[in-house]
C-alpha cells in the first residue's frame, strides 16, 4: 500500500470515531498539551544528579535519591532528597559531614539567584517536608539537613552575612554554614572553591571548567568498569562538553579521549533521533485520531522498538 493511500484509509478510520471515542482523543491530546507545557528539567540538574549518582553508588541500599520531592499535597518541590538508611555508611568527603537520615539538597547552576529569599525558601522546604508527615517518627527534626550547591558565590550576600554573623566558614575551602535561619544543619557548598582531585567533578559544573578537571573526568570513565556508574559519568561529562565546548579539541587530540567523545556523540545522535520519530509518531496521532499502533505502522517502525516509542509517548504498547 502506497503512503498517499495508507493515509486515505487512517482520514477513513478517523470518520468512524464513535463520540466516545472522540471525547477520549480530546482528552488525551489535551493531557499531552499539558506535558508539553511543563517547564523541562534543567540540564544542570541532570547532570549534579549523576554526579550524586556517582557518589552514593557504593552504598548501594543503604543510600536512596529522589529527585523533585513533592512536599505535602499540592506544594512546591525540592531538588534532591538523599534517604541515609544505616547509620553505619560513614561519608567520605567533608562536603556530607553534616548528613544525618534525611538530607534535603537544593542545587542552584551558576545563573540562579542565590540570596536571603531563596535561603529562606529551601528552609521552609525542609521545615514543610517534616510537618506533614503522618507520624512524627517518619521524619524526625533531628535527622533532616539542609544543602544548597551552587558553582560561585553571592560576594553581595556573603559579606553581608558573615557581617551579621549568619554565614561562618568551614575549615575546608568552599563549605559555609548558615545560622539564625533554622534550627537544622544548614550549609552551602560553593563547588569552584572545593580543592583537591576528589571533587573535580563538582567543579566541572560550569560553563568555564578547567581543562585538568575535565581530564579527569575522563579518566574516571576510562578506568570505570561498571555500566551503570559509566552511564553517570558520561552524563555528567555529556553536560560539561556542552557548556565548555572548547574542550571538544582537546579531547579529538588524545586517542583515548576522543573514544570518550564519540560516545557521548552517538549518545546524542540517537536522542535526537528518538526524539523526531516520537514527534512524528504523534503528530500522526494527533492530525489522524489514530492509535499509536496504527501510526507506527504508517512509519514501518519495526517491531523490536515500538515498546520504547510506545513507553516515551506515555502509552502502552498494544
Known amino acids: 500500500m502506497s503512503d498517499e493511500a495508507e493515509m486515505r484509509e487512517l482520514t477513513d478510520e478517523n470518520k468512524e470515531l464513535t463520540e466516545q471515542e472522540r471525547k477520549e482523543r480530546i482528552e488525551y491530546h489535551l493531557k499531552e498539551l499539558k506535558k508539553l507545557r511543563r517547564v523541562p528539567r534543567s540540564d544542570w540538574h541532570a547532570g549534579f544528579e549523576a554526579l550524586l549518582r556517582i557518589e552514593t553508588y557504593k552504598?548501594?541500599?543503604?543510600?536512596?535519591?529522589?529527585?523533585e520531592e513533592e512536599i505535602g499535597e499540592v506544594?512546591?518541590?525540592?531538588n534532591f532528597v538523599i534517604l541515609v538508611e544505616d547509620k553505619k555508611v560513614k561519608w567520605e568527603k567533608a562536603i556530607f559531614r553534616i548528613f544525618r537520615k534525611i538530607n534535603i539538597l537544593e542545587y542552584k547552576n551558576p545563573y540562579d539567584a542565590l540570596n536571603r529569599r531563596v535561603l529562606r525558601k529551601v528552609c521552609g522546604y525542609a521545615n514543610l517536608y517534616i510537618g506533614v508527615a503522618e507520624h512524627k517518627e517518619d521524619r524526625p527534626e533531628d535527622q533532616v539537613t539542609i544543602s544548597i550547591f551552587r558553582a560561585v558565590k553571592n560576594p553581595e550576600l556573603?559579606?553581608?552575612?558573615?557581617?551579621?554573623?549568619?554565614?561562618?566558614?568551614?575549615?575546608?575551602?568552599?563549605?559555609?554554614h548558615v545560622k539564625g535561619y533554622t534550627n537544622l544543619p544548614f550549609q552551602i557548598i560553593i563547588t569552584g572553591e572545593l580543592e583537591g582531585e576528589e571533587y573535580a567533578a563538582y567543579r566541572v559544573l560550569t560553563d568555564r571548567a578547567d581543562e585538568a578537571d575535565v581530564e579527569r573526568i575522563i579518566a574516571g570513565i576510562g578506568h570505570e568498569k561498571d555500566d551503570a556508574l559509566r552511564e553517570h559519568y558520561r552524563v555528567l561529562l555529556q553536560l560539561v562538553i556542552e557548556k565548555n565546548p572548547q574542550f571538544i579539541e582537546m579531547m579529538r587530540r588524545d586517542e583515548a579521549m576522543e573514544d570518550v567523545l564519540m560516545e557521548i556523540v552517538k549518545d546524542k545522535i540517537d536522542e535526537k533521533v528518538q526524539q523526531n520519530t516520537v514527534t512524528h509518531i504523534r503528530d500522526i496521532m494527533e492530525s489522524f485520531g489514530v492509535t499509536v499502533e496504527r501510526a507506527m505502522d504508517s512509519l514501518k517502525i519495526p517491531q523490536s522498538q515500538r515498546s520504547t516509542y510506545a513507553e516515551l509517548l506515555g502509552k502502552k504498547s498494544g
Open 75 to 78: 506544594s512546591p518541590r525540592t
Open 59 to 67: 552504598y548501594a541500599d543503604h543510600v536512596h535519591i529522589s529527585t
Open 158 to 176: 556573603f559579606k553581608e552575612m558573615e557581617e551579621d554573623g549568619t554565614l561562618v566558614s568551614d575549615e575546608v575551602p568552599g563549605i559555609y
